[in-house]
């Protein structure tokens, strides 16, 4: 299994948006955004992706898909203190993996081998569980913080008529530039696209259904597709999600040696 940077998923030319149908009528963002500013359109994608006025739990599945035709399922925990750049998680199956755990601590991300008990550290471009996600996909940096809106452009994605952000690096991040891509009438995340240096297009992962929690709009599907690969994807299922307490001993490594 590959380290874990902690925390960085159809059809690609158009694909419908698809709402979990027990959450079909509640799983729409509050407001609509067709007159908002640039900035409030960020800070909008931003809320769907980070949350920092409650701690966040829930169960990850991961199903990948290799270039070379390879088909493998694992199975997080996640737990997440977005305000103080706080994470852990730790691996439900396969069964062979199960044990191993994620820790981040504001700028520090390391991965627990429950076979040696040690650990190593860990960058945001690791792959998680031997997938396309990324450890900066679980407990992800804010676009506010990290990017600036360089320009808004009206567009069309499957059925959908959407806005496109694209945004530029405030300072060095690991994808200097973002194109993120809101359905028009509510911000609702449809896509993501992630560039290099010199612009090529690296990643991109599509949000093809969300959830509706108190306030919150989530997703609760991510497909992740390595762009360079041409065939690498891997979906993600969110389940069990709780905005609640958690206790200060779950961001520590003695947690997650006892959780083995």
């Not at 960085?8 to 509050?30: C, D, E, N, T, V």
């Not at 980070?50 to 997080?76: I, K, Q, Y």
């Not at 991040?173 to 992630?194: C, G, M, N, T």
């Not at 690498?232 to 958690?246: C, E, Q």
Request: proline share 5%.
């Amino acid at each position: 299994m590959n380290r874990i940077t902690f925390f960085a998923a159809l059809s690609l030319a158009a694909f419908p948006l698809a709402i979990a149908p027990a959450q079909a009528q509640a799983a729409r963002p509050p407001a609509s955004r067709a007159q908002a500013s640039p900035a409030e359109l960020l800070a909008a994608a931003d809320a769907q992706l980070r949350f920092a006025d409650s701690d966040f739990s829930c169960d990850l599945r991961l199903d990948t898909e290799g270039a070379d035709g390879s088909v493998s399922s694992s199975a997080l925990r996640v737990m997440r203190r977005d305000r103080e750049r706080k994470a852990a998680a730790f691996v439900l199956a396969p069964e062979s993996e199960r044990g191993e755990g994620y820790l981040r601590n504001d700028g520090n991300l390391w991965f627990f081998d429950a076979e040696t008990g040690g650990y190593v550290h860990s960058v945001v471009s690791d792959s998680v569980s031997d997938s396309e996600m990324e450890s900066g996909d679980i407990e992800p940096d804010s676009l506010v913080a990290s990017y600036r809106v360089e320009e808004v452009a009206p567009a069309r994605l499957g059925a959908n008529d959407v806005l496109i952000l694209e945004l530029a690096e405030k300072s060095p991040q690991a994808y200097p530039r973002i194109r993120v891509w809101l359905r028009a009438s509510d911000s609702l995340l449809l896509k993501e696209e992630f560039f290099g240096a010199s612009g090529r297009l690296i990643r991109y992962v599509l949000y093809p259904a969300h959830v509706r929690l108190g306030a919150r709009t989530i997703p609760s599907a991510m497909i992740y597709v390595d762009a360079l690969s041409k065939g690498g994807r891997t979906r993600v299922t969110l389940s069990s999600p709780r905005f609640a307490p958690i206790d200060d001993s779950a961001f520590t490594k003695a947690f997650l040696e006892r959780a083995r």
